[in-house]
């Protein structure tokens, strides 16, 4: 069987867990599925606004992640999955016990 999607398989590490960091999922995503570099890390955090604008996923709370040097912040999200999420995580199968 072949890996599930990367929108499926950040709403299953939802799932999983009571919410996540952005930065999180895209650490999980990137090794699960052998992805580097900044295009996916873009690409996972425009699937997580995706799967947020779809009413699949809440956003909790953003925070700036201050650099070393000026200019180099960074801007962090943390979401969880909600009951609209765990009811298509269902139907579609990807995952049988969602609590």
Known sequence: MGQVH??????????QSES???YEICDVI????GLDGP???????LSLTDLH???????????VEEGGTVGDERLLNRYRLNDFGRLRLRQTGLMEDVA
């Open 53 to 63: 604008s779809g009413g699949l996923i809440e956003h909790l709370e953003s925070k």
């Open 30 to 33: 990137r090794k699960e599925y």
């Open 20 to 22: 996540l960091w952005d």
């Open 6 to 15: 990367l929108k499926g398989r950040i709403l299953q590490l939802l799932g």
């Open 39 to 45: 295009y996916w890390v873009g690409t996972i955090r």
